[in-house]
């Protein structure tokens, strides 16, 4: 893995934690109203969803 990837293999780890700090505080933590709340949460799961995907091409077979 050359550097490159691996500074990008770092950020994408270091977001996946901060977004996941942001579904709890969403969830839990926020005191906006439910709407809010539920755009929040799906933007929160999309961030998620996008570090892990990110992952698997950072760690998948090379092309």
């Avoid at 994408?12 to 505080?25: E, G, H, R």
Wanted: charged letters at 15%; proline letters at 2%; aromatic letters at 18%.
């Amino acid at each position: 893995m050359d550097k490159r990837t691996k500074v990008k293999v770092i950020t994408t780890i270091f977001c996946l934690i901060f977004s996941v700090f942001a579904l709890y505080a969403f969830l839990f933590v926020a005191d906006v109203s439910t709407g809010w709340r539920i755009i929040l949460v799906i933007i929160a799961i999309f961030w998620i969803l996008s570090g892990i995907l990110n992952l698997i091409e950072y760690f998948g077979p090379k092309k």
